[in-house]
């Protein structure tokens, strides 16, 4: 393992293992075993194949919601809105999914996930617009975009599209069809294939294309990208389409591969965690994945740990918040490991508040 | 600065305003209750907003941005209703808010001035563990035996129609909310410190060489300005909604930086967009009460988020907005 590969995964490891002996500390403030707790969680996330489905399962949306926080940033943005946009794609994907029937599957299964994603790309697409053409701050307007999601996808689901079946009076809609469900092949969902595949484009796209490099250009210095002849609104725009349109991918795959339907309030946090996955990444769509694993981990085996050893399952979110600040902070860790200082490591984000 | 308005943006104010007077008077002499109450209900959601949008615009001021007053809120209500729950006492709590405000706005000063953590992820920090911990550490027995603050009448004052219930017939906090306005104002542009702070946001390379200690004083106002936050918290726990429940602050800290934004970063002028904003969740709620009109309440409920996306892309148009120039930068003493 060459050195500069060695520095990079030093600062998330031990931020990982700082975040979980804190969350010890947590543990036996509740009168529970650390130790115990800790176990149940591995166990819970990997002991057998049923373990192991949940961790790709609760991975996949992670996977997605990382790479749309990421591949945003790379252009200097910061996208907040994955919430709003994995909502969007379970329920348009849900809608098609169920919405049409007497289709083959491999006709119906990709039309389903390109509703949602094409109804992600468009919401994403209108923070990135509204950017490019007024200034508009995409934290603030993503913000406000996942709260119209929210609303959007709850009359859409108790409304037009409610499952009427039985004397169901919870919002949601009927159950997709089998040719829209996403199999899973023994313990590994397709999702999280699919997911995977989206991780590894990201990375040629932005490492290994001409757009890729405007995007990035666009990120280091907006104005600089511009003299040189980057049209800097279309990259700002496409760029959160595309953001919103991996977000939604992540909602879509929920609805189809896991949850079988959209139902309201269900998907309900899952997409601010991307923020945490990019971060933890270091905004890199590769790293995402393992990123992204870990926390899928923690959250399939926070039930059993909640079962076995007592502990409240929203530790996993202490521990997340923990972790994403070390990483954030990496001079706590540079200095525990006596490690130089390298500001290329360092997130910068903030400068880009407010301007357009 | 100045914060001097153009003229037509003046005039296009001073238009709204009147517009809004002579629709609410409409709206009063047909039925006075359900204006009373929708308007009782704009002053509600305003001030939590206000203290928020306080908070975040002392941070501003100073060239730090603060995206965790979400997370603020939401702990320091979660201190604010568990310190009265267990001490039975109202003040008690309000205090314990305030103090775990101030706590957080440490922390978020630690970690962006101190550690020089990018802002924006630091914020974010504040918001996950702040969810995370109120609902690790949530206790559903805990109550607020002696309920919640409950509103004074300001004598005479209380009784005038429609104003007296509307601004008079208040509880504690948003009476202490309204004389922060005042505060604030003052000190921001008529104070010392009010300069200091706004020339550290604005160029705190020309501040430093003036003899300010620009990462001192980034340190201390961020910490007060969580104490702002703190208070809101409290407001929401001890006064609004008189219990804890998880995620209750319910993305108004958010809503709180878009009314910052509005009200050009100005305590009155964030109040102003304070009181649109609490409009439309009052009318959201008193739509959803009596079904007078065939709205489906969902999309009552888009409104003042769709309204913030429009005024904040209109407002972009327009130009009329500009950010301390030092604003998200970390200082690095040169």
């Known amino acids: 393992m060459s050195r500069s590969i060695l520095r990079t995964v030093a600062i998330p490891l031990v931020a990982v293992v700082l975040g979980l002996l804190i969350g010890a500390v947590l543990i036996l403030s509740q009168n529970a075993s650390p130790s115990t707790a800790y176990t149940a969680l591995v166990v819970g996330g990997l002991g057998d194949a049923d373990a192991v489905l949940r961790t790709l399962q609760k991975a996949t949306p992670l996977i997605f919601g990382g790479l749309a926080v990421a591949f945003a940033f790379k252009a200097g943005m910061f996208n907040i809105g994955g919430q709003g946009q994995l909502l969007i794609g379970a329920v348009f994907a849900a809608g098609v999914g169920f919405g049409i029937d007497g289709l083959p599957m491999v006709v119906h299964l990709p039309l389903a996930l390109l509703a949602g994603a094409v109804a992600g790309a468009i919401w994403g697409g209108l923070a990135g617009t509204l950017k490019a053409t007024t200034g508009a701050h995409e934290v603030i307007v993503t913000i ?154 923690m959250e399939a085996g926070a039930s059993r740990m909640q079962f076995k050893a007592g502990v409240a399952p929203e530790l996993i979110d202490v521990i997340q918040a923990l972790i994403l600040f070390f990483v954030a902070a990496p001079i706590i860790i540079r200095w525990l490991l006596r490690m130089r200082h390298d500001t290329s490591e360092q997130l910068q984000l903030g400068a880009g508040w407010g301007k357009s | 600065m100045g914060e001097v308005m153009k003229p037509q943006q003046r005039q296009l104010l001073y238009a709204g305003l009147a517009v809004m007077l002579v629709i609410i008077w409409l709206f009063y002499s047909a039925n006075g209750p359900q204006t009373t109450a929708v308007l009782a209900g704009t002053v509600r959601a305003a001030t939590l907003l206000a203290l928020g949008a306080m908070c975040g615009m002392i941070g501003e001021r100073s060239g730090v941005v603060n995206i965790g007053i979400e997370g603020q809120f939401l702990l320091s209500a979660f201190a604010a209703f568990t310190i009265a729950s267990m001490t039975g006492s109202l003040f008690m709590g309000t205090l314990a808010g305030i103090g775990m405000g101030l706590m957080m706005g440490w922390m978020l000063a630690a970690m962006a001035v101190g ?198 892309a209109l407002s972009g148009l327009v130009g009329s907005m500009r950010d301390p120039a030092a604003l998200g930068q970390n200082y690095e003493k040169g």
């Open chain 1, 144 to 297: 406000m975009l996942n709260f119209v999601a929210g609303n959007l996808t709850d009359w859409l689901s108790a409304n037009p599209w409610k499952d009427n079946s039985g004397n169901n009076i919870v919002a949601r809609t009927p159950l997709v069809e089998d040719s829209a469900t996403i199999p899973t092949l023994g313990a590994v969902p397709v999702g999280f294939l699919l997911a995977v595949a989206a991780a590894a484009t990201c990375w040629l796209v932005l490492e290994r294309t001409t757009y890729g490099f405007e995007v990035r250009s666009v990120g280091h210095n907006r104005n600089a990208a511009q003299y040189s002849g980057i049209r800097v609104g279309w990259i700002m725009a496409s760029t959160m389409a595309v953001a919103g349109m991996l977000a939604a991918l992540g909602g879509a795959v929920e609805s189809l591969g896991v949850d079988g339907r959209f139902e309201a309030g269900v998907n309900v946090g899952l997409g601010f965690e991307g923020i945490t996955i990019a971060l933890l990444a270091r905004a890199n769509p590769l790293g995402v994945i393992p990123a992204a694993l870990l926390v899928g981990l």
């Open chain 2, 115 to 312: 550690l020089k953590v990018d802002q924006i992820i630091a914020g974010t920090v504040l918001n996950i563990a702040a969810l995370g911990l109120t609902s690790f550490f949530y206790d559903r027995s805990r109550s607020l035996g002696m309920g919640k603050y409950t509103n004074i009448d300001l004598g005479p004052l209380a009784d005038i129609p429609l104003v007296g219930t509307v601004f008079f017939s208040r509880p504690p906090l948003t009476y202490l909310t309204m004389a922060l306005l005042f505060v604030v104002h003052i000190a921001l542009f008529r104070s010392v410190w009010g300069m200091r702070t706004r020339a550290i946001g604005e160029h705190p390379g020309a501040a430093d060489t003036v003899g300010i200690d620009v990462l001192r004083l980034r340190y201390l106002n961020v910490t007060l300005a969580g104490g702002l936050a703190g208070l809101g918290g409290s407001y929401l726990a001890l006064e609004a909604v008189g219990t804890f429940s998880r995620a209750m602050s319910g993305g108004r800290g958010f809503l709180a930086l878009a009314v910052m934004i509005f009200g050009r970063r100005t305590p009155f002028g964030a109040y102003a967009a304070a009181l649109f904003f609490g409009f439309t969740t009052a009318l959201q709620n008193q739509f959803q009460l009596n079904n007078t009109f065939d709205i489906p309440p969902q999309f009552v409920g888009m409104l003042p988020f769709v309204v913030t996306i429009i005024v904040v």
